[in-house]
């Protein structure tokens, strides 16, 4: 018998949005698998039932992978595929792999012989960057910056400096209750000639994306309490 | 009369992928546009044709937006936008904005005040970082290395470094016919423990992702010559 695939299964970033955000192929897979490694049941049967209205649910199997899951569980799902039944991996939003613990699966699946398929689908990352107009050819994603006041001043002096050094685009989130605290910060700690790119709600109806220099941020009242933001500084 | 905006539309990375990559909103949106900035006029229209069976591509306004433009023309274009009549910026392959001259409409949109919206679809970056299985919080991408032979292994020597000093996976790319040469530069000048991944045909039919240690990948035989491919290097 041949072997199953990994598939790595985008989701959508903000509600209302399937359709517009994923593409055909998605569907016609979900309606496909019916094995799917996800981060949580609840809200992975939720996107299948948007992706899918045929789809019954309760004949698929869920495993849950998350941060607490080990190698060995990996293990053991990646032999079922290798007996033939692929497995889909979801995210609880956007690309798997990214920000969450299917990276382990995929990490595993290439030391098995697994072949590994990335479906696409959105990125707030990918949008932020080409949404600002900046700098695209040479860019660096950080995740969170530190909390600590005195680290988190000079993580963000350190990404100021690098876009002058090498004109490498700074890309990096927040927990998004702490969202206008870093951006007070940034207004605070960068260059005010700098630019800022605020990429609030991406793809959803109220989508926000305004890129400006700091100094002109400085200016500005936003309310990004508790909102999905991507930060991009550039020049 | 309100203002337009500005659609950022991706297009596919491989032949005979448009319905495969594409989400159904750039279809609709394409049916609608008929005020595009691309690249290539040729290319542009094939793609339009293969996302919109209806279009009369005859009622459309293409204006070249290349490397050798001027800023005066991205100026010109949205002052039209902001007349009401929204613009489409279509890329030579994948997402616009990041390896070409859209960028540059961006960022003045952005000083104009014209909304920027951008679309989902294939990023070769994203799909290569998310089917590497290396770390995804942390990453970056340098675009082509140098291609003098010692600058050329220096900047490999400095990647090479910064995955272990920071867990930064590094992700780059080189002109298709030199894909070979880099293939070798980098087992040469890499830690023998450092996993590569390289991922060549995104999307199409004979895609290819392997993630291998570099020792691993000394002892493998494989073609790249002229084929679209991303490395991915992280451990």
Chains 1, 2 share one sequence.
């Not at 849950?64 to 290798?82: C, I, P, W, Y």
């Not at 932020?128 to 660096?140: D, H, K, R, T, V």
């Not at 209750?177 to 940034?186: A, H």
Request: proline share 4%; glycine share 6%.
């Amino acid at each position: 018998m041949s072997s199953g695939k990994l598939y790595l299964i985008p989701t959508e970033l903000a509600e209302n949005s399937t359709e517009k955000v994923l593409p055909s192929s998605i569907f016609s897979l979900v309606d496909e698998l019916d094995f799917f490694a996800v981060e949580n049941i609840r809200s992975a049967r939720r996107f299948i039932r948007r992706a899918s209205e045929e789809k019954v649910i309760d004949s698929i199997q869920f495993e849950v992978f998350d941060k607490n899951s080990v190698k060995g569980l990996a293990e053991n799902l990646l032999l079922e595929v290798l007996q033939g039944r692929s497995l889909g991996v979801l995210s609880e939003a956007g690309c798997p792999g990214i920000a969450d613990p299917g990276a382990v699966l995929v990490e595993k699946a290439h030391e098995m012989g697994v072949k590994v398929v990335p479906m696409v689908g959105p990125s707030s990352i990918l949008l932020a960057l080409i949404a600002s107009g900046m700098n695209g050819q040479n860019f660096a994603f950080s995740g969170y910056l530190p909390i600590q006041d005195g680290e988190r001043a000079s993580a963000i002096k350190k990404l100021d400096k690098e876009i002058y050094r090498s004109n490498q685009t700074q890309i990096f989130m927040e927990t998004p209750y702490r969202n206008d605290k870093l951006l007070k910060d940034l207004t605070k700690f960068c260059n005010p000639k700098t630019k800022l790119c605020v990429a609030c709600n991406i793809t959803a109806e109220d989508e926000y994306i305004e890129t400006m220099s700091i100094q002109d941020w400085k200016k500005m009242k936003v309310n990004l309490h508790k909102k999905p933001v991507m930060f991009v500084l550039g020049k």
